[in-house]
């Protein structure tokens, strides 16, 4: 195994677990318990993990993005469930902005069963995932890669993000908080969302409920800009009434 798959499984093991020992490590992966420490100096330098004697637990800093491999892994079935609500509400012939968060990957798939849709995204996995739909037209933002994730972003994303007016755009994030808004782990995929936000016709922040009442890194945009919002349960009722409030529908598979 390379060292950057055992980090990668260390971090799926932190997602879980919140804390490795190193002896664990070493076992599982049959390497020696200093291989393992250098593996989690690593990602200590990364701003990952914080070390502690005979181990690590998981950073939990706000601004500290995943690589996208782990965070594909992460809250499947919820995914799963957000992405059968947003197919609930794509029409064929509807033109569609999904962004470069491992959630839009599961809403690609979903929507497969739709006709003639056209797709606008900065995600180079939706655009793999979708290069057997024969009838839809799948545009590329374009864009730099950035790193640990497999979003295009910077100038050239949002120059053509700023050049469509989608029927529907849906988009995840890190935090979303009442009175701090819909926030994200960098600036630079925050920007391409508020581009595209500012223009589309309807915009659906697609996000698991655990993401609720925190706070991250770079704004996206304001809950004025949000026509509706995905998630995986039931909100509480503080929630649904914040949501009746601002006039955003709120869809979630008990409805």
């Keep these: ?4 798959e055992r980090r990668h499984h260390i971090l799926n093991h932190l997602q879980e677990n919140r804390r490795v020992l190193v002896a664990d490590l070493a076992q599982e992966f049959s390497v020696s318990e200093e291989t393992v420490r250098r593996d989690l100096d690593k990602l200590e330098q ?5 070390k502690t004697y005979g181990g690590a637990f998981l950073k939990e800093e706000s601004n500290v993005e995943l690589p996208y491999f782990v965070r594909k892994k992460k809250n499947v079935v919820a995914k799963q469930l957000i992405a059968e609500q947003a197919a609930t509400i794509v029409d064929d012939n509807d033109s569609v902005f999904l962004d470069g968060s491992s959630t839009a ?11 003639n849709l056209t797709v606008i995204t900065n995600s180079v996995e939706v655009l793999v995932e979708l290069v057997d739909a024969p009838d839809w037209k799948v545009i590329s933002t374009g864009g730099t890669m950035k790193s640990g994730s497999f979003s295009l972003v910077g100038g050239r994303a ?11 755009m849906f988009f995840s994030a890190k935090g979303v908080d009442q009175k701090g808004g819909i926030t994200d782990a960098d600036d630079e995929n925050s920007a391409v969302k508020r ?4 223009s589309a016709k309807k915009v659906y922040l697609s ?3 655990s993401k609720f009442g925190k706070v991250n890194f770079a704004k996206i945009t304001d ?6 919002v995905i998630c995986e349960t039931k909100p509480s009722s503080d929630w649904l009434e914040f949501f009746t409030q601002n006039h955003i529908t709120c869809l979630y598979p008990e409805a």
């Design 1 to 4: 195994m390379l060292a950057i």
């Design 46 to 50: 990364d701003g990952y993990v914080v």
């Design 158 to 168: 949002e120059s053509t993000a700023r050049d469509f007016r989608v029927d529907k």
């Design 195 to 198: 581009v595209v936000a500012q």
């Design 105 to 115: 990957l599961f809403i690609a798939k979903k929507l497969k069963g739709k006709k």
């Design 207 to 209: 996000v698991d409920t």
């Design 223 to 228: 809950f004025s800009m949000v026509d509706g």
